[in-house]
């Protein structure tokens, strides 16, 4: 992508993720209706599963990127690669964090060890983490990239596994609400959530692109201070 | 406030405080970025200075 395409395309992009935002919020607490069972804290679904969706999103673009390296060599792509993983490790923070929240007034415990899905996530999240690691322990370079591209698509298993765990282990603790029948909610709780996946799926390409273009500038001015001191 | 609202705001806030980081975190780095490209700038200049005064001694 130029630059001159994602100076257009970035202050859009923000201004979308801001409406949508705004919409889903407004949805979530003046329209969805407080849930029967939970109560209030039921709205914390609005967000927590955005969320999740939104970090699996975030480790499928990192590794579709690095599959992108390994096949067509692509310049770019190790980079790209490493800053949707980074984005997803931020989302998985934040999927792990609201998602205690959420089981301590649901489930009156922050962590079960016993729910596989909950388990499943912890492992794809800390696999990620490692990610990491493997990166800045190596010199940069080719071999790096293509190090930290095959893990990137080691990883990609781990996302089906951890989405269907719910439906694999049928679990009582963690409700399975999309089904194979649709979704099991009422009509106004699935136009807020998918509202949420909207403004959260946006995010993520914002701040996607946000950091894409501060790391290349970062780049390009190492590039040019070695330039400059030659 | 019940146990139920107080959670549900905890949730919300921790994204809220999660994603606020984060943009200081980049803003942080965009900043340290416009520094050293004013200093790559200021490089340049003093360079050229110089080139331009070594070339009117020359000619």
């Known amino acids: ?9 970035l202050p859009l992009l923000a201004g979308l993720t801001a409406g949508l935002f705004a919409i889903a919020i407004a949805l979530i607490f003046f ?6 069972n939970q ?31 390994l096949w067509k060599r692509g310049e770019d792509s190790d980079l790209e690669s490493y800053v ?11 999927t792990l964090l609201t998602g205690s929240i959420w089981a301590r007034i649901s489930w009156g415990v922050w962590w079960v060890w016993g729910d596989d899905e909950l388990v499943l996530f912890l492992v794809l999240f800390l696999f990620y983490c490692a990610y990491f690691m493997l990166r800045y322990s190596v010199e940069p370079g080719p071999s790096r990239a293509n190090m930290c591209a095959v893990y990137a ?41 998918c509202v949420a996946l909207l403004a959260m799926l946006s995010l993520f390409a914002t701040l996607y692109r946000l950091e894409l273009a501060g790391k290349r500038l970062d780049h390009s001015l190492r590039e040019l201070r070695e330039l400059l001191a030659a | 406030m019940t146990p139920s609202e107080k959670y549900t705001a ?8 999660g994603l606020l980081a984060y943009v200081l975190i ?25 080139e331009e005064l070594t070339q009117g001694r020359s000619g």
């Open chain 1, 84 to 94: 949707a993983i980074h984005q997803g490790v931020i989302f998985g923070s934040l």
């Open chain 1, 153 to 193: 698509l080691f990883g990609v298993v781990l996302i089906p596994i951890s989405f269907f765990a719910i439906r694999l282990s049928r679990s009582l603790m963690h409700p399975e609400v999309f089904t194979l029948h649709g979704p099991q909610m009422t009509h106004s709780q699935f136009l807020t959530f």
């Open chain 2, 10 to 17: 905890a949730a919300y806030l921790v994204v809220f405080v």
């Open chain 1, 39 to 69: 109560g209030l804290s039921q709205k914390i679904f609005y967000f927590h599963v955005p969320i999740a969706i939104t970090a699996y999103a975030c480790f499928g673009w990192g590794a579709w990127k690095a599959f992108l390296l």
């Open chain 1, 1 to 9: 992508m130029d630059g001159t395409r994602a100076r257009i395309q």
């Open chain 1, 31 to 36: 329209y969805a209706p407080i849930d029967g």
């Open chain 2, 26 to 50: 980049i803003a942080a780095k965009l900043q340290r970025i416009q520094r050293e490209l004013g200093e790559v700038v200021e490089k340049l200049r003093e360079r050229e200075s110089r």
